[in-house]
């Protein structure tokens, strides 16, 4: 599954775990636009401890393993960061790719 999310100046996205997703398949994640920071937390809860990371165009983030569960979000995005050439007037994009199921399902088996 490729999921695209467009974030305006300023915003972010909650700490949330993807929790509906089957597969242990490492999610990867590229940024264009904007600086973001990036907040990865542990499986537990919300809570502290965390690693925050600031994102910039081009990055690309895989988490796998036991972090492929863990709370993680967008704090917020940083206005007026963003490179010349990247084809946005402002923001930015964040293209994610993950498997959702546990295992593909064959035809004929």
């Known amino acids: 599954m490729v999921l ?8 972010g996205m909650g700490m949330h775990v993807d ?24 499986t537990e809860s919300r809570t502290q401890p965390w690693d925050d990371v ?13 972090k492929r569960f863990a709370y ?7 206005d007026a960061t963003l490179p010349d050439g990247c084809g946005l007037a402002e923001g930015r994009i964040n293209i ?9 399902k064959l035809q004929g088996r």
């Open 96 to 104: 994610t790719i993950r498997q959702v199921s546990a295992a593909p």
């Open 4 to 11: 695209v999310n467009y974030y305006p100046p300023g915003s």
């Open 19 to 42: 929790e509906f997703e089957e597969s242990r398949a490492p999610v990867i994640s590229l940024s264009i636009g904007d600086e973001a920071l990036f907040r990865m937390g542990h």
């Open 72 to 78: 993680h979000g967008v704090v917020r995005v940083n």
């Open 54 to 66: 600031t994102l910039c165009s081009g990055d690309l983030v895989v988490f796998g393993g036991p």
